[in-house]
């Protein structure tokens, strides 16, 4: 079937040949069967012939000239099947295109295509592949339903069974954490994502950790989430499910390396029945690899290397051996205590000598961009002594065990060399403009107890086993009675995202019934994306919590609120001091008449019988002074009134 012209993304209405071969890729879908013919034929390429093209400005929302998308393909509403890959498309894709009521294959996959995630309208959507293009941002929070139904949910949760959004610049975090919306509490199950057989996020800049909600994929084959920025250990839903007395996952592709993933390489994935390929290289694992999951026969089609070799070697290289592709064939290195090479499938191209703590320092001074710092007192000379530089302090023996730099304009990223230096107890980094992420590598320092990392510009998250790390900020230290929650949490390494404190840390209690220091919530758009943070611009009015960001984008209305609110007490003001001064001029009057005359006569009743009433006097009755002051003349009642007939 091909793929370049337009004409073929109606095939879903089209009564042509090609309309049958269209029809039978559909109900192959339908089926379900000989899946793996139809998705599973994605393959690991060699690290020198992927093309990354360096995110090709992913976060870039221009493109060049060149074909857009045919937005009037948006007025077939009874579309079923568009495919447009490889077709050199440039620009968004059109709203009239997503919201296309009925499409159930949507392959836009190798093009030029810019914007954020699409949100397909169709409940009936089984493919969704936009992978290879210039996508970015987060994947919505809610899209699966996490940790609620919202409108930025997806509604072909119930039908996908291929969601490909890979090699794009997708980052943030993987929103499948927490409770969802379509847990069915009666079944004990998801009512959702059943079908789904290829789950692929590799190739972006996803952060985070590998969500447990993945085991609730009962369908799931392939799970792809390679070259990102992941962090903490490979879950064991991964083999287990996520529910009690759940199978293994169906798993044929695990492709997880290029990430920062630390712990152990679970033998339980010995377990997958189905498991032909597992890529775990490039992370930060250590330990040794399961004999039964080297006995699986993995990787066979990448490896294809006729040489004999450990088994264990075609799913990663062992620690203190080195390759360039992190698997077969490995070479082991000599054995000189280096703690850079205790890595499973590390990639290099040769075995490198420990570095000292003078090539460690230096290193971290280029990263750092030392010749810029603020203050060039703190200059590091290449070579230098170790405790010879400003601020880094030694032992008697001459050991670093104390780096400090605070507010020096430090800006790069942060080396995990730093993690080797063993007997460093203190490191003081606070208040510079550091990105990047936290090596998992610190957990190593067994004597690091102060580690300030608060008002930089990190991301991602904390790695799990520096969490549980003990000591490092007196993380899991604390009197007997202190909730455990509290003494063993990343946030007493930094805040996470969203959160602040004046610390940019939680401070673990020192005695009992005090809560010590705690990261409180923050709503900012910096506080968003990073960790540590000292402050937070939210404003707080009348104990509320308001995004500063909100209150300046809706400022016109909070302007207008207040002009009313003002013109309201304006008019209640006016209203009361013109009521007081009415009272008052009563009071003045009522002083100046201190027997003031009803304002009608009390005429006598009347009676057939009289012939004529009494006569009044002009002084008997007088009309009563108006509202603005002035007098009314006096009424003459000198004459009689006629007698009743």
């Known amino acids: 079937m091909s793929k370049s012209a337009i004409g073929q993304t109606l095939l879903g209405m089209s009564q042509t040949a090609e309309d049958d071969s269209a029809?039978?890729?559909?109900?192959?879908?339908?089926?379900?069967?000989?899946?793996?013919?139809?998705?599973?034929?994605?393959?690991?390429?060699?690290?020198?012939?992927?093309?990354?093209?360096?995110?090709?400005?992913?976060?870039?929302?221009?493109?060049?000239?060149?074909?857009?998308?045919?937005?009037?393909?948006?007025?077939?509403?009874?579309?079923?099947?568009?495919?447009?890959?490889?077709?050199?498309?440039?620009?968004?894709?059109?709203?009239?295109?997503?919201?296309?009521?009925?499409?159930?294959?949507?392959?836009?996959?190798?093009?030029?295509i810019i914007g954020t995630f699409p949100h397909i309208q169709s409940d009936s959507l089984m493919?969704?592949?936009?992978s290879k293009n210039r996508f970015h941002g987060p994947i919505p929070k809610r899209l699966f339903g996490h940790p609620e139904?919202?409108?930025?949910?997806?509604?072909?949760?119930?039908?996908?069974?291929?969601?490909?959004?890979s090699h794009n610049g997708f980052n943030y975090t993987i929103p499948l954490n927490g409770d969802s919306g379509f847990y069915d509490k009666e079944i004990q199950a998801e009512t959702v994502l059943k079908n789904l057989q290829y789950f692929d996020l590799g190739y972006n800049l996803l952060t985070g950790?590998?969500?447990?909600?993945?085991?609730?994929?009962?369908?799931?084959?392939?799970?792809?989430?390679?070259?990102?920025?992941?962090?903490?250990?490979?879950?064991?839903?991964?083999?287990?499910?996520?529910?009690?007395?759940?199978?293994?996952l169906p798993l044929v592709q695990l492709f997880l390396q290029g990430n920062m993933l630390s712990g152990t390489l679970p033998s339980?994935?010995?377990?997958?029945?189905?498991?032909?390929?597992?890529?775990?290289?490039?992370?930060?694992?250590?330990?040794?690899?399961?004999?039964?999951?080297?006995?699986?026969?993995?990787?066979e089609v990448?490896?294809?290397?006729?040489?004999?070799?450990?088994?264990?070697?075609?799913?990663?290289?062992?620690?203190?051996?080195?390759s360039l592709e992190g698997v077969a064939p490995c070479t082991r290195c000599e054995d000189d205590g280096s703690a850079f090479r205790r890595y499973l499938g590390q990639r290099d191209s040769e075995c490198r000598p420990k570095m000292s703590e003078v090539e460690i320092l230096d290193l971290f001074f280029d990263h750092m961009h030392g010749d810029e710092w603020l203050d060039q007192g703190y200059f590091w000379e290449a070579g230098s002594p170790a405790c010879q530089r400003p601020g880094v302090e030694c032992s008697d023996s001459g050991k670093v065990t104390s780096i400090r730099l605070p507010s020096l304009g430090l800006r790069g990223t942060l080396i995990p060399e730093l993690g080797f230096l063993g007997e460093l107890h203190s490191l003081d980094l606070s208040n510079n403009f550091i990105t990047g992420f936290v090596p998992s590598e610190f957990r190593f320092v067994d004597k690091l107890t102060d580690f300030n990392i608060k008002g930089n510009q990190l991301q991602g998250v904390i790695p799990v086993l520096l969490c549980i790390t003990e000591g490092i900020n007196s993380n899991?230290?604390?009197?007997?009675?202190?909730?455990?929650?509290?003494?063993?949490?990343?946030?007493?390494?930094?805040?996470?995202?969203?959160t602040y404190s004046d610390f940019g840390r939680a401070i673990v209690p020192t005695e009992e019934d005090v809560d010590g220091t705690q990261c409180m919530p923050c709503y900012d758009d910096e506080a968003t994306y990073f960790i540590g943070r000292d402050s937070c611009t939210d404003i707080l009015i009348g104990g509320l919590q308001f995004r500063q960001d909100d209150i300046r984008h809706g400022v016109v209305y909070t302007i207008f609120a207040l002009f009313t609110l003002a013109f309201i007490i304006h008019l209640v003001i006016m209203a009361r001091r013109r009521k007081k001064y009415v009272l008052s001029e009563n009071e003045s009057r009522s002083a100046q008449h201190p027997n003031p005359l009803p304002l009608q006569r009390q005429d006598p009743p009347l009676s057939v019988e009289d012939d004529e009433y009494?006569?009044?006097?002009?002084?008997?009755?007088?009309?009563?002074?108006?509202?603005?002051?002035?007098?009314?003349?006096?009424?003459?009642?000198?004459?009689?009134?006629?007698a009743i007939a």
């Open 209 to 248: 950790t590998i969500p447990n909600n993945i085991g609730n994929f009962a369908s799931l084959q392939g799970l792809f989430l390679e070259n990102n920025r992941l962090v903490g250990t490979i879950p064991k839903v991964l083999y287990r499910g996520s529910r009690i007395g759940a199978n293994p």
């Open 23 to 112: 029809r039978h890729y559909l109900d192959r879908l339908l089926g379900y069967e000989e899946i793996k013919d139809l998705y599973l034929q994605r393959r690991r390429k060699a690290i020198d012939s992927i093309d990354t093209r360096n995110q090709r400005n992913l976060q870039n929302d221009k493109a060049a000239a060149g074909p857009t998308f045919p937005a009037a393909l948006g007025k077939l509403k009874t579309l079923r099947f568009i495919n447009l890959s490889s077709n050199q498309i440039q620009g968004p894709i059109p709203k009239s295109i997503t919201d296309l009521p009925n499409l159930e294959i949507f392959d836009v996959t190798q093009n030029d």
């Open 476 to 498: 899991g230290v604390g009197p007997e009675a202190t909730n455990f929650d509290l003494l063993y949490t990343c946030d007493n390494i930094a805040c996470a995202r969203g």
């Open 614 to 642: 009494e006569e009044y006097s002009d002084d008997d009755w007088t009309a009563a002074d108006s509202e603005t002051g002035t007098l009314t003349k006096k009424v003459e009642m000198t004459d009689k009134l006629p």
């Open 302 to 322: 990448f490896v294809n290397d006729e040489a004999e070799h450990d088994k264990c070697d075609n799913v990663v290289c062992p620690a203190n051996s080195i």
């Open 149 to 165: 139904i919202g409108a930025d949910t997806a509604p072909y949760l119930k039908s996908i069974v291929k969601f490909d959004i």
């Open 127 to 130: 493919v969704l592949d936009i």
């Open 268 to 299: 339980g994935l010995a377990e997958l029945p189905n498991l032909k390929e597992l890529y775990v290289d490039g992370n930060k694992l250590t330990g040794t690899i399961s004999p039964n999951v080297c006995n699986k026969g993995l990787n």
